[in-house]
């Protein structure tokens, strides 16, 4: 097994997700099929291959700093779940 | 024939003679949509009031004599992954259920610009990560062909609206295959422009380097129209592409004389389903009859595509999902225990199965000491993918493929088997690897009477000569024309 469920355990801490007993125990396995699958790649030899990370070549791409307008603030603090004085709001971050 | 069925070169016209109205051709739309569509689940959300404004809008600007395009007062919809400004995108997902973006999408504001009608916004699987629709937070849609089978996914209520005349068009975003895939199951054309072609800005993300938006339609002549209203350089999205846009209806030339096309031969295995098999290469030897030249090729990496892109496309999934943290919008968990307690509460209630499962899956594949095995891999890989299609341009004007390995399948027949649903996009894939436009477009039927989807790839920004094999097809052949029996 590639993946067992303290495996699980530790990759939902990474990626903030609580999980169920119960999902952990199908993620465990279902990861594992995948990832098997995924082991095809290892057929190939690619220790002289570029790594493509976009298919059409990208730059960086500047522009003039110039002052323009901003979208207006309310609508975006409207979808928070909590603002308020013109900030969103979160639970204390400092104890 | 009733105005839902009407292409948006017909309405057009229809329009300019004035035969009918904008608004009543929208009326017309709203009217079969709620007779129909609580059997096909197509919509998320319908916005009558707004588009009978744009409708009475439209029907003005041609009154006074104004400036109008072939969209204008054409009544369209819009997968809810593209945000539509002060109405309600969800991606289909709990976790944006009500969510009210700011600002339109690049496209929606162009396609606002040329005076088209919203009629509302389209069912998909959540976050765009599926190949059935089954995945939606919000229901399933169903394939107006057979309405016990998937209309294809990931854009599933944008195929099934186009199929079931509850739109004149609509777009969608393929990631992997998710416009093509379902214009396959739904037996209508659609495109998936080159990296580049069209502009992200306001497509809630998935995975960036293979996301694009394309349309979804009920012909190539509409197809075309649709890329000619949407492509072109964003100075909002710094990974469109700045340079010329042709105009695509001009591309569309009925005749295929003297154009060399590939036949990959691995999409054509051992055990593939005997009507799709049948259907591609009917259509393949007609493309050769009226004077193209075919001959195999090779493509040898495809088989390496499905782990490759389910490699990328979660690890840039988890990064980009990041986002949905509770704090700016969406959904937040109540009766946390300080701030990371609150962000993982909020993902595990916001987050569907899928969506779970991918950020796990992409979360592992980036994360220390599997970086090198599995994303860096997968990256090269990708290299070797890419330089398969490069070397087949050199010799050939574009590649014919099924677009599916089959026609479309039973609600829930892959639904407990991540991995199965994830080979169903096995031809789709490699063309969003690449970066290079493909279109679906109808070739036939199977045993059961569903829809068959031909897959044509062509280079980098070369939609031109895909919209010329697919336009000559269509003209020549009338699987286009078939219509799914409805009410």
Redesign the interface.
């Known amino acids: 097994m590639k993946i067992r469920v303290k495996d699980v355990e530790y990759v939902a801490r990474l990626a903030r997700l609580t999980l169920s007993d119960e999902e952990k125990d199908e993620f465990a396995v279902q990861l594992n099929d995948i990832l098997t699958y995924m082991d095809k790649l290892n057929e190939l030899d690619t220790k002289d291959v570029e790594p493509t990370s976009h298919a059409i070549p990208v730059k960086n791409v500047f522009r003039p700093d110039e002052v323009r307008e901003s979208l207006p603030r309310e609508p975006f603090l409207g979808n928070a779940p909590e603002a308020e004085k013109g900030s969103y709001k979160v639970p204390r971050i400092i104890e | 024939m009733e105005l839902t069925q009407l292409t948006i070169h017909e309405a057009h016209e229809g329009l300019m003679k004035k035969s009918f109205s904008s608004l009543e051709l929208t009326q017309a739309f709203y009217r079969w949509i709620k007779s129909i569509d609580s059997r096909v689940s197509a919509y998320l959300s319908l916005t009558e009031e707004e588009a009978c404004q744009q409708a009475q809008g439209a029907d003005e600007r041609r009154a006074r004599g104004g400036e109008v395009s072939e969209l204008t007062g054409i009544p369209l919809a819009l997968k809810d992954i593209l945000c539509t400004k002060?109405t309600r995108t969800t991606c289909a997902s709990k976790i944006l259920e009500?969510?009210?973006p700011?600002?339109d999408a690049t496209v929606v504001r162009r396609l606002r610009g040329s005076g088209a009608v919203f009629l509302g916004k389209l069912n998909m699987d959540e976050f765009a990560m599926g190949s059935s629709t089954e995945n939606s937070g919000f229901g399933i849609t169903r394939n107006p062909w057979d309405f016990n089978r998937i209309p294809g996914g990931s854009s599933g209520g944008s195929a099934a609206a186009v199929a079931a005349d509850e739109c004149i068009a609509s777009l969608g975003s393929d990631t992997g295959g998710s416009v093509r895939q379902p214009a396959a199951c739904c037996g209508v054309v659609g495109l998936k422009p080159?990296?580049?072609r069209v502009s992200r800005f306001g497509l809630v993300a998935f995975a960036s380097?293979l996301d694009q938006i394309g349309p979804i339609t009920k012909d190539v002549t509409d197809c075309a129209i649709l890329m000619d209203a949407i492509s072109g350089h964003d100075?909002n999205d710094?990974?469109s592409?700045d340079i010329d846009v042709p105009d695509y209806k001009s591309a569309l030339i009925n005749d295929v004389k003297g154009m060399k096309l590939g036949i990959p031969k691995e999409y054509f295995v051992e055990g593939m389903d005997r009507d799709v098999e049948r259907a591609v290469w009917e259509a393949i030897k007609l493309l050769e009859q009226w004077g193209a030249t075919i001959r195999e090729v090779s493509l040898p990496?495809t088989?390496?595509a499905?782990?490759?892109y389910?490699?990328i496309c979660t690890a840039e999934a988890?990064s980009n999902l990041?986002r949905y943290?509770?704090?700016?919008?969406?959904?937040?968990a109540r009766g946390?225990d300080?701030?990371?307690?609150?962000?993982?509460?909020t993902?595990?209630e916001g987050?569907g199965?899928e969506v779970?499962?991918r950020?796990?899956?992409g979360?592992?594949v980036l994360?220390a000491g599997y970086y090198d095995a599995?994303y860096?891999?997968?990256?090269?890989?990708?290299?070797?993918i890419?330089e398969d299609f490069d070397r087949a341009f050199e010799d050939y004007d574009a590649l014919i493929t099924p677009t599916s390995p089959t026609p479309a399948f039973m609600i829930g027949e892959k639904v407990k088997d991540?991995?199965q649903m994830?080979l169903s996009d096995i031809f789709t894939i490699p063309v969003n690897?690449?970066?290079?436009p493909g279109i679906s477009i109808p070739c036939g039927f199977s045993s059961d009477v569903l829809p068959i989807g031909l897959q044509i790839i062509g280079k980098?920004f070369d939609e031109e000569k895909i919209l010329r094999l697919a336009y000559t097809y269509e003209q020549r052949t009338d699987w286009h024309l078939r219509r799914p029996q409805l009410g």
Not at chain 2, 433 to 436: E, F, R, V
Request: glycine residues 6%; charged residues 20%.
């Open positions: 002060s009500h969510f009210l700011p600002y080159t990296y580049g380097s100075s710094s990974t592409v990496h088989e390496y499905v782990a490759t389910y490699i988890s990041a943290d509770g704090v700016k919008y969406g959904h937040r946390c300080g701030l990371i307690d609150m962000y993982a509460k993902r595990a987050f199965p779970k499962r950020i796990m899956l979360t592992y994360s599995y860096r891999k997968a990256q090269q890989v990708r290299t070797l890419k991540p991995l994830y690897l690449a970066g290079i980098h």
